[in-house]
């Protein structure tokens, strides 16, 4: 095979012969770059976004806003897409916080490598996108619900310690 046809073969299908952002008709794992990123949305009153998960993984659990990068998109603007599809929020900025990269962080064994940001919202107002997201709530970062999903946990506990 030739440099040019492996150059070109890795460009369109980068992980296998599954097309970007496409799943798999066998396996039905979804192309992705298989790095996450998660939000921590904040509102003036210091309180967190958390939305309740409506599919599996760990569907019913709260978590934070976020999801997979997608192809040719940066980091920044995966955490700033990911919050305008589950909660109708836009934002124009948000702050890297932490990367994540525990082997267990991930119940199915995937190990996704997730990057956290940190969004500061200055109305409370959203609208929670029905097919990933049965609910959304603010909580005190005091009063949290106990079932939160993946390690979002640790990412709201390693950000009190910062403020």
Known sequence: MSNNL?????????????PKSSFCEHCAR?????????????????????IKRARNPQAGWWALVGGYVDWDETLEQCALRELKEEAQITA????????????DRDKDGR???????????????FTAEKHEVAEARWFSLDNLPENIAFD?????DDYKKTV
């Open 6 to 18: 492996i150059i070109t073969t890795w460009t369109n299908y980068p992980t296998g012969k599954i």
């Open 30 to 50: 979804f192309n992705a770059r298989n790095m996450t990123v998660s939000t921590l949305v904040l509102n003036q009153k210091n309180e967190i976004l958390l």
């Open 92 to 103: 124009d900025h948000a702050t890297f916080f932490k990367a994540y990269d525990a082997l």
């Open 111 to 125: 190990q996704n490598i997730d990057l956290a940001f940190v969004v500061q919202v200055l109305r409370d107002d």
């Open 152 to 156: 979002h946990r640790l990412m709201i």
